[in-house]
């Protein structure tokens, strides 16, 4: 990752635009969109600082705001100690993605949906999952994963009997070092590893496939059953009317039951609002609003939502109208 610069959007900016606002430099919406407003106010922070003011916000920019900025914002460590074996990359990241080892702490700040971020494997399917049991249901995930004393990580998951299993995760996670990132699912806190370690453990759960058993797609109920040995009741929601399905997530989000659902093929016009299609979303509840029913989204990517921001922040949660959703999503999933 070269620079900051007009075009882009995501946390990354939203996290440079805080910075510019309380530095005085920029007066506009933190919005997570790098549009000409941002860059002005890089600008004007680069002259103020004695910076080449391109407006372009690269290592020195987001130095001189006291931010971290691409690889440095990771704290890589020496392999030293366990090292244990890792799970296959996908096939397409074999040329610009390597392991490396990574400090950090397994939990920071608590656990929640915010905390999920998806990577370059398509496996939307598990991380919506993931998030919505860290939406409703966060210590499950606290009680799932420990550190060891030697620095590894024991991860339980349960197989599709119900039956406990334990991974030992180590320390290296698939790092892009074309982009400066992690490859795979990761927090928003890049110092936090609960995400990546708990992706990484189920990628050893499918053998010699390891990441790349997760990337043809999947259901959205696969969490639910891998981090809490549930049962899942999955529904079709051309088969149930609105005010049935309005009461099946009004209890489940009221009762603390994590929920996903998954968009249809959508037509362009859908999708240049911000939609995905056959994408899986995390539940974040139902509610009323103007006298009209709305459901409360997130999309796993955290960069991509309905409106494209406009709620005034790409953070990939977002509203929309109940309605709407029965007609462009096709299924729910919930444990029972």
């Not at 074999?94 to 990577?119: I, T």
């Not at 370690?197 to 189920?202: D, G, P, Q, S, T």
């Not at 029913?293 to 494209?308: Q, Y």
Request: with cysteine; proline share 3%.
């Amino acid at each position: 990752m070269a620079s900051l610069n007009v075009g882009k959007a995501g946390p990354e900016v939203a996290r440079l635009q805080r910075a510019l606002a309380a530095a005085g430099y920029l007066t506009g919406a933190i919005d997570g969109k790098y549009g000409k407003g941002t860059a002005d106010a890089v600008r004007k922070l680069q002259q103020a600082k004695g910076l080449g003011a391109d407006g372009k916000a690269g290592a020195a920019t987001h130095r001189a705001l006291g931010l971290t900025f691409g690889a440095d914002r990771f704290d890589f460590q020496p392999r030293t100690g366990a090292n244990l074996k890792d799970p296959a990359l996908t096939k397409e990241d074999s040329a610009n993605v390597e392991y490396r080892r990574l400090g950090g702490d397994l939990f920071v700040d608590g656990v929640g949906a915010q905390d999920v971020v998806q990577g370059d494997v398509g496996n939307c399917y598990f991380l919506s999952g993931v998030a919505a049991i860290a939406h409703a249901q966060p210590d499950a995930l606290r009680s799932a994963i420990t550190e060891n004393p030697d620095g590894t990580f024991r991860v339980r998951l349960f197989d599709k009997a119900g039956k406990a299993t334990y991974q030992t995760v180590d320390r290296d996670f698939p790092f892009n070092t074309r982009k400066g990132e992690l490859a795979y699912g990761q927090s928003v806190d890049p110092k936090e590893l609960w995400v990546s370690v708990l992706e990484k453990a189920y990628a050893q759960t499918l053998g010699s496939k390891g990441y790349e058993g997760m990337a043809p797609g999947g259901k959205g109920n696969e969490a639910f059953v891998a981090v809490l040995g549930k049962r899942t009741r999955s529904t079709d929601l051309e088969d149930q009317t609105a005010d049935q399905l309005w009461a099946t997530l009004s209890r489940a989000t009221s009762q603390n039951v994590p929920v996903t659902t998954t968009t249809n093929d959508l037509k362009k016009a859908v999708k240049d609002r911000g939609l995905q299609d056959n994408h899986a979303y995390t539940v974040l509840g139902v509610g009323v609003e103007n006298g009209e029913r709305v459901i409360r989204l997130r999309d796993p990517w955290s960069t991509k939502e309905l409106g494209n921001g406009a709620d005034g922040m790409v953070d990939g949660v977002f509203t929309m109208k109940f309605a709407e959703w029965k007609q462009q999503f096709g299924d729910l999933h919930l444990p029972v």
